[in-house]
């Protein structure tokens, strides 16, 4: 059993950064493929960015390409989301998963899920 904590979220200004970490229980953690995934208000949750157990290969979602980076510390059984250059359009509550594998986390297919933390961007 692996329980996820997300924080980190808060309301920024657009174009400013934030860094959402989760932290994990567990021994397990360096075993797990970890993801980010948002809600953003009155839609359906969606892939952001994935990372393998290792930490050897990631994968982003296009629309954050180039301004969200995801990185992890097996050491401290935490993976970060590195925002920045934020837009009004990355407001949603941002959840924190684990998986066998990247390509499972990325369809919505993690084992475990966090209770999610908000984001705010004001234009």
């Known amino acids: 059993q692996v329980q996820l904590v997300e924080s980190g979220g808060g309301l920024v200004q657009a174009g400013y950064s934030l860094r959402l970490s989760c932290a994990a229980s567990?021994?397990?953690?360096?075993?797990?493929?970890m993801g980010w995934f948002r809600q953003p208000p009155g839609k359906e949750r969606e892939f952001v960015a994935a990372?393998?157990?290792?930490?050897?290969?990631?994968n982003y979602a296009d629309s954050v390409k180039g301004r969200f980076t995801i990185s992890r510390d097996n050491t401290k059984n935490t993976v970060y989301l590195q925002m920045n250059s934020l837009k009004p359009e990355d407001t949603a509550i941002y959840y924190c998963?684990?998986?066998?594998?990247?390509?499972?986390?990325?369809?919505?297919?993690?084992?475990?899920w966090g209770q999610g933390t908000q984001v705010t961007v004001s234009s």
């Open positions: 567990g021994r397990t953690f360096s075993t797990y493929a």
């Open positions: 998963t684990a998986g066998p594998t990247v390509e499972k986390v990325k369809l919505s297919l993690g084992n475990y």
């Open positions: 990372i393998t157990g290792s930490g050897g290969r990631t």
